[in-house]
């Protein structure tokens, strides 16, 4: 029994490998082109003070860690 177990989750994982090379191969010919207005906003963004090196960013930490332990807490409803 154990045997065919094995057999046949090998034959999923070919699949599996199979279908993620395919997708690899289709991600490759996808070329993604970003307009002047996009550029331009995160040009924007950028130049922000809050995003210059040096600038505080202590709040990052306590956002993470407020998501961090608000998700810990959640409970599964269904």
């Known amino acids: ?8 989750m090998d034959s999923e994982l070919e699949a599996v490998f199979r279908m993620l090379d395919d997708a690899v191969e289709r991600a490759k010919s ?3 082109e970003l307009d002047a207005p996009f550029l331009r906003g995160i ?7 809050d995003n210059q090196s040096g600038a505080d960013k ?5 956002l ?3 998501s961090d332990e608000h998700f810990a807490s959640a409970v ?3």
């Open 76 to 78: 599964r409803k269904r």
């Open 58 to 62: 202590t709040w990052v930490h306590r």
């Open 64 to 66: 993470v860690r407020q």
């Open 1 to 8: 029994m154990a045997g065919e177990y094995n057999r046949r």
């Open 43 to 49: 040009a924007i963004i950028e130049a922000l003070p």
């Open 30 to 32: 996808i070329r993604v």
